[in-house]
């Protein structure tokens, strides 16, 4: 085979796994002290978002980490802090991609930012309820939303038993878990 005829094969076939990983859903392992949640996340829909996620948990990133902030009937969030102080160094953000069509609904996974539309980096959070609110509505800095780009597949009990968790304020945190919530061990499931 000559080497144009590989060059254009090696073409074909990075464009058509790249193209398959666009498509198909991957599906990702959350080991917590409570139990494991199985999440089945989007890259047709939100493919920045599920790219940085797959590389925070490829990376290890996520592993001992806790769930900081939990506010039963709203959210749990974690992925960011090892304790009620030490937040984690993180990459870039990445861009919003709230604008597609995945609502906040209750079980759903989402990109956790700041008031800027385009600062989320690895916190994320699992809506506890259908949180319509925090859903795109338009380009504009209080209509952006909050990227959903997943839901829990597996372990919804997990998620309700800890929303349900005793919290106080701490270290100027509010809706802290007093019994530490740890995210143990991630993986993409092969």
Not at 38 to 45: A, F, Q, S, T, V
Not at 156 to 183: H, L, M, S
Request: no cysteine; charged share 25%; hydrophobic share 40%.
């Amino acid at each position: 085979m000559t080497r144009f005829k590989l060059l254009v094969l090696s073409v074909f076939l990075l464009s058509f796994s790249l193209l398959s990983f666009a498509s198909e859903t991957v599906k990702i392992k959350m080991v917590t002290n409570q139990g494991d949640i199985i999440l089945e996340l989007y890259p047709d829909k939100a493919p920045d978002t599920v790219k940085n996620f797959v590389n925070y948990t490829e990376n290890n990133f996520y592993n001992k980490t806790i769930f900081h902030r939990v506010i039963d009937g709203f959210m749990i969030q974690g992925g960011g802090y090892t304790n009620a102080q030490d937040r984690k160094k993180t990459l870039s953000p990445i861009k919003n991609e709230a604008d597609n069509g995945l609502k906040n609904d209750r079980y759903t996974i989402a990109m956790a930012r700041t008031r800027d539309p385009h600062s989320a980096t690895a916190q994320f959070f699992i809506n506890l309820k259908n949180n319509d609110f925090l859903n795109f509505t338009r380009k504009s800095l209080n209509g952006w939303g909050y990227t959903v780009f997943g839901k829990v597949i597996k372990g919804q009990e997990i998620v309700d038993k800890i929303a349900k968790v005793k919290t106080i304020a701490t270290a100027g945190q509010p809706n802290i878990p007093v019994d530490p919530i740890y995210i143990e061990d991630v993986d993409v499931i092969k």
